[in-house]
């Protein structure tokens, strides 16, 4: 293991130094700078080709459907750069939270129901975090199981039921609250990326982050305490989650355990299309961003044109693996 | 001083509890014995009926075993394939959707062992981690099932085969179990007698050594794909086949069971460790737990709770794991002391 993410390191430097004296080598630069292009492309072919993406009731609807989605994904950033694939236990995580959030604000108030998410959010980050961390143990193994446990306490205990807020109140109010055709959940998305974008690349924890993905050893012996550092990111998965269950409850009204099904997938997809590396080390916060935005326009595309759930779950599977391929291939080009 | 040790340990090991001790050294499935005796103390203490109504244990442990053989292939070589469940879904569709049943059983067999060769292309070929390519194809491939079935469950045509293949063959042996016992049978031969399966622990405990001592890797990670893929289409068969008709959802639940028996079962995430055998204990004691849960009237959030902890508990109580934090207990205490001083 420590040989292999060592070899990475090399693979990652040389990549960096051949590539301004390789211009001509397509993948590389594709893997970097694509996601720009694609991403124009779609928006500019959308709003040419698609009947009704570029009226106003519609890009309000992707800003809102993509808020959340964004929210979970610029969290899991963190996790991926780190090194350990992803938390897939964000699905569980949304709900709990805007459970939580809705069917605790109806009795005690938002103030006390916002502290019991983050309760259920530390719990998560905890649990993840110091099995990854600490026992060393396969993150997408511990976070399928914790999945499992989460949502079946929260089924458990909701018994299954759909949670209402109430017709009027902060809630609703901030939930459907727009600046020009920008609803606020979209606003709390670009604040949340820019304060973990600052973290990642400006603060001490966000290097070691950085560190930990490209090399773990190398960053151990350098006298850090690498549990420290996996569980910080976990935490930084599990508060953005939780911000991002509040979104979905204010912005539906509605909360329910099953609520958030396939946000792991598409947080995932969003990142690694953004280019962000599923090898870790390499990515950023910003790039997330630019992701979910290229997932949540083909996304509104595919549902535009009538296409069904089946062929969208197909083609986010594809697009995952082909932006992981390219990721993959450019980094042998790299060092070749 | 040395002297004398070295004499006791040799006199111990010539006597039948060193060999004992030694055998139980080398072997991985202590967790899954442990976690099974645990079990079946307290089942047959609260609810001896899963042992009276022994078929239905027996189906379920064949449903949960029968995926996580094929997994154990993977697990074995250092790769997981999360596409089983998937897999097992879209295959029992496929089978479904062909009238002749046994042209149906060959379609499916053998979209199995595409997805396989798909997998395997990925991860030896292009080289991604097989956590995130089998990862996107279980998102495609359950997509892929949402698309052929029209999203509904699709009706068996030969629905008398279906009912015949329920029936007990010999004994009390349903044809589930039987398969399920073949196939536990031809797995264990291949990895501890077949030299290609013995590759297998090579791959997983050092790949770059294996490649320098001439194995095949790229061949042998095919193989294990193969082996999976095929496995769990089988199961998506057996289901369909049980079920006479194919669910595009199928293989949920089995997904978290299966995992959890192939881990507990002592097969080591990172490669290199682990046993069939090992899985077999581990299948049983998720299959008894499940009946068991299930007679006792308790309702499935609660059992997938159970289930859940018993994989984060198999996932941490690993060997590897369990060093990792005494080390950084270790290291935390030492620290201590030296800033004390």
């Known amino acids: ?336 | 001083m040395s002297q004398t040790q070295s004499l006791k340990l040799g006199s111990s090991d010539t006597s039948f509890l060193g060999r004992a001790r030694l055998v139980v050294a080398r072997r991985t499935e202590g967790r899954g014995v442990a976690l099974l005796a645990i079990i079946l103390v307290v089942v047959s203490l609260t609810q001896p009926l899963v042992f009276t109504a022994y078929p239905v244990s027996l189906g379920r442990i064949a449903l949960i075993g029968l995926v996580a053989l094929g997994l154990t292939a993977v697990i074995l070589m250092g790769e997981l394939d999360l596409s089983v469940a998937s897999t097992l879904a879209v295959s029992g569709v496929v089978m479904a959707l062909i009238p002749d049943v046994w042209l149906g059983i060959l379609a499916a067999l053998a979209m199995g062992l595409v997805i396989g060769v798909i997998n395997a292309f990925f991860v030896a070929v292009v080289g991604i981690n097989s956590f995130i390519a089998t990862l996107g194809m279980l998102f495609a491939l359950r997509g892929l099932a949402y698309i052929l079935s029209d999203e509904t469950p699709v009706r068996l045509t030969d629905t008398d085969a279906g009912i015949a293949f329920g029936q007990a063959l010999i004994g009390p042996l349903t044809p589930r179990v039987l398969i399920f016992v073949l196939a536990f049978l031809a797995l264990q031969i291949f990895v501890s007698r077949v030299k290609a399966g013995r590759e297998f622990f090579a791959v997983g405990g050092n790949r770059q050594a294996a490649y320098d001592a001439g194995i095949p890797v790229k061949r042998r990670i095919f193989t294990g794909f193969m082996i999976s893929g095929f496995v769990a289409s089988l199961a998506g068969v057996i289901n369909t086949l049980e079920r006479t008709a194919a669910d595009p959802r199928a293989g949920l639940t089995v997904l978290l069971a299966s995992f959890a028996a192939a881990i507990i079962g002592g097969n080591y995430l990172k490669g290199g460790r682990g046993s069939i055998v090992g899985t077999l204990i581990g299948a049983t004691a998720l299959g008894v737990l499940q009946v068991a849960l299930t007679l006792s009237g308790i309702q499935v959030p609660v059992q997938e709770i159970f289930i859940g902890l018993i994989l984060l508990l198999a996932v941490t109580t690993d060997p590897a794991s369990l060093r990792a934090v005494l080390g950084s207990i270790r290291s935390v205490r030492q620290g201590r002391s030296k800033s004390r001083a």
């Open chain 1, 1 to 336: 293991m420590a040989k292999e993410t060592l070899t990475e390191v090399i693979t990652v430097a040389q990549g960096d130094e051949q590539q301004p004296s390789k211009p001509r080598s397509v993948l590389p630069w594709m893997a970097e700078n694509g996601i720009f292009i694609f991403t124009a492309l779609l928006i500019l072919g959308a709003a040419v080709f698609v009947d009704g993406f570029a009226s106003l009731v519609n890009i309000t609807d992707v800003f809102h459907r993509a808020a959340p989605i964004g929210i979970v994904a610029v969290g899991m950033t963190f996790v991926v750069i780190s090194g350990n694939y992803l938390d897939l236990s964000v699905v569980a995580q949304v709900a709990t939270s805007a459970v939580i959030f809705l069917a605790v604000s109806n009795v005690y108030g938002v103030p006390i129901a916002m502290l019991a998410a983050l309760l259920a959010a530390i719990a998560y980050a905890l649990v993840n975090g110091i099995a990854v961390g600490y026992f060393k143990a396969n993150a997408v193994i511990v976070t399928l199981s914790t999945t499992y446990i989460g949502i079946g306490v929260l089924r458990y205990f909701s018994g299954g039921s759909i949670f209402f807020g109430p017709e009027d109140g902060p809630i609703r109010a901030f939930g459907t609250a727009k600046l020009g055709p920008v609803p606020y959940s979209a606003l709390v998305l670009i604040l949340v990326t820019l304060i973990l974008a600052f973290v990642l690349s400006r603060t001490n924890f966000g290097f070691l982050v950085r560190s930990f993905g490209v090399n773990e050893s190398a960053t151990r012996l350098g006298g850090v305490n690498t549990g420290y550092v996996i569980v910080g990111a976990f935490f930084v998965t599990a508060l953005a989650a939780m911000v991002a269950g509040w979104v979905l409850a204010a912005f539906s009204n509605t909360a329910v355990s099953s609520m958030s099904t396939g946000y792991d997938f598409q947080a995932l997809a969003a990142i690694i299309v953004g280019g962000t590396s599923v090898f870790g080390g390499k990515g950023s916060v910003l790039r997330t961003l630019l992701g979910v935005v290229f997932v949540s326009v083909l996304t509104n595309i595919l549902v535009l044109s009538n296409i069904t759930f089946g062929y969208q779950q197909v083609a986010l599977g594809i697009l995952i693996v082909v932006a992981v391929t390219i990721d993959a291939l450019s980094r042998k080009v790299g060092t070749r």
